[in-house]
């Protein structure tokens, strides 16, 4: 892989191995400043960001080790790599512990170096970007814990501030696991109503007989088994929100009571005779077609238009790929916090093979996958070998680009450009070469349309 070359910091007292070592990455074309004792490091340092800091571990004056925690804690993202003498290597390996990237013993093997420096490249630029990610995901990006900046989610965004803040029934579509619960909990904590309960209930997953009472609640001998009166969902909720998942689910019965609640906002319990008023907003979410369902009768078509007042539709994840590195960065992190895990991110080939992925199980499945994987492997970054076999598999078949027609072939260009950047996990360098234009070329077009 191609990387864009960096600053390097090397420190040596030793004349000859500073001069070999500095010598060697400028050949190789990096940017490289030298120091002959840890003083001089000292200013430069406090002056300018490096990339990577190459430094000698035992040096008369400051020591390589307490260069190495000035570095972590003035520019924790600078890359620092120890070389040290055999008689050193425990020193070496306890300094790894306090954050250094990795050390060679000298005389240094210059093959090592320069595989190690372009490694500690790599990764310093992955902490860079991780801070990127984390920077976006602390400000508007996590809305309720719905992430991302793709243009489609951002109209999800606009839509749950302009519907929160009045009182209209919601109906969401999307298929299972886009974070339908995530939306309607957003539209419920940004409402009037924030201070009162929001309530859930899937309606698949009670049978027919038992989704009544626990919506309406039921009274002292209603039925077998109902030894006390009970109060359902609908009063619980009362003031707040009641969000019924998987609404295409409800049989035909529970459908006509639930209309009576929507246009006269008052129910009988379950075997009752007693009408109660309530004051309830119904958010409802489905990933059936529910046009479909009223053709076949199965759904009720003056509820179907009752409920559909306003709509979101959710884009499964293979249509926003582009917000795949922010749900996994949101991932990694929220598993460090709860298993006290280090995982620091994924390589630029795993995150490219994540993202061609087409995740037939959407938002849920994607986390699944990443904390499977936190389980699993035993390392720091997650590489394509940590990935399951069936993700690299269907990652190596190039994916499709799609487009409706009649759009222009100026939409035509930056959808293949952006698809391309996808594809290549943001490696502008393969992007062009696959897309047969110029890298300086690509980079206008980014900068043109906008594109991250």
């Known amino acids: 892989m191609s990387l864009e070359k960096g600053l390097i910091l090397v420190i040596d007292s030793h004349e000859g191995n500073l001069e070999t070592v500095s010598s060697l990455l400028q050949n190789e074309g990096y940017e490289v400043v030298s120091a002959r004792n840890g003083r001089i490091a000292l200013d430069l340092l406090k002056q300018t960001f490096f990339n990577?800091?190459?430094?000698?571990?035992?040096?008369?004056?400051?020591s390589g080790m307490e260069i190495l925690k000035f570095v972590k804690e003035q520019s924790p993202e600078t890359v620092v790599v120890l070389m040290t003498g055999y008689a050193t290597?425990?020193?070496?390996?306890?300094a790894m512990k306090e954050g250094?990237?990795?050390?060679?013993?000298?005389?240094?093997?210059?093959?090592?170096?320069?595989?190690?420096?372009?490694?500690?490249?790599?990764?310093?630029?992955?902490?860079?970007?991780?801070?990127?990610?984390?920077?976006?995901?602390?400000?508007?990006?996590s809305?309720?814990?719905?992430?991302?900046t793709s243009k489609e989610i951002q109209r999800v965004y606009e839509?749950?501030?302009?519907?929160?803040?009045?009182?209209?029934?919601?109906?969401?579509?999307g298929e299972s696991g886009t974070g339908k619960e995530l939306v309607a909990r957003a539209i419920h904590h940004n409402s009037p109503r924030r201070d009162k309960p929001l309530i859930i209930l899937n309606c698949a997953a009670l049978p027919e007989g038992v989704i009544e009472s626990e919506l309406f609640g039921h009274e002292k001998g209603a039925f077998t088994g109902a030894f006390s009166t009970k109060k359902g969902m609908f009063e619980l909720a009362n003031g707040g929100t009641i969000f019924l998942d998987e609404i295409g689910e409800m049989n035909l019965s529970t459908q006509s009571r639930l209309l009576r609640v929507l246009e006269e906002k008052e129910f009988m319990?379950?075997?009752?005779?007693k009408t109660i008023k309530v004051d309830v907003n119904i958010i409802a979410a489905t990933n059936v077609d529910l046009e479909k369902a009223v053709a076949e009768k199965t759904f009720r078509k003056d509820l179907y238009y009752r409920l559909k007042v306003i709509t979101i539709k959710l884009p499964p994840l293979r249509e926003r790929k582009e917000d795949i590195p922010l749900l996994i960065r949101a991932f990694i992190d929220a598993f460090n916090r709860e298993n006290h895990t280090k995982v620091q991110g994924v390589s630029r080939e795993a995150l490219s093979k994540l993202q061609n992925y087409p995740w037939p199980g959407n938002i849920r499945e994607l986390k699944h996958c990443i904390e499977s994987i936190m389980v699993t492997a035993n390392r720091k970054i997650i590489?394509?070998?940590?990935?399951?076999?069936h993700i690299i598999q269907v990652a190596h078949q190039e994916p499709e680009i799609r487009l409706?027609?009649?759009?222009?072939?100026?939409e035509v260009e930056k959808e293949a450009i952006r698809q391309t950047l996808i594809y290549t996990g943001g490696n502008k360098t393969k992007a062009a070469k696959v897309l047969n234009i110029g890298l300086r070329t690509l980079h206008q077009k980014i900068k043109d349309y906008n594109l991250r």
């Open 52 to 62: 990577v800091v190459i430094t000698a571990l035992k040096m008369p004056g400051v």
């Open 383 to 389: 590489e394509v070998n940590d990935l399951p076999a």
């Open 89 to 94: 290597v425990e020193s070496a390996v306890e």
């Open 159 to 173: 839509t749950v501030l302009r519907v929160a803040s009045i009182n209209s029934t919601v109906l969401i579509y």
């Open 404 to 410: 409706k027609a009649g759009v222009s072939m100026t």
């Open 143 to 148: 809305f309720q814990n719905i992430i991302g």
């Open 100 to 141: 250094a990237y990795d050390y060679l013993t000298k005389p240094v093997n210059l093959s090592k170096l320069s595989v190690l420096v372009g490694r500690a490249i790599e990764q310093q630029q992955m902490v860079v970007e991780v801070e990127e990610l984390r920077r976006k995901l602390d400000t508007r990006t």
């Open 269 to 273: 319990r379950v075997g009752g005779t």
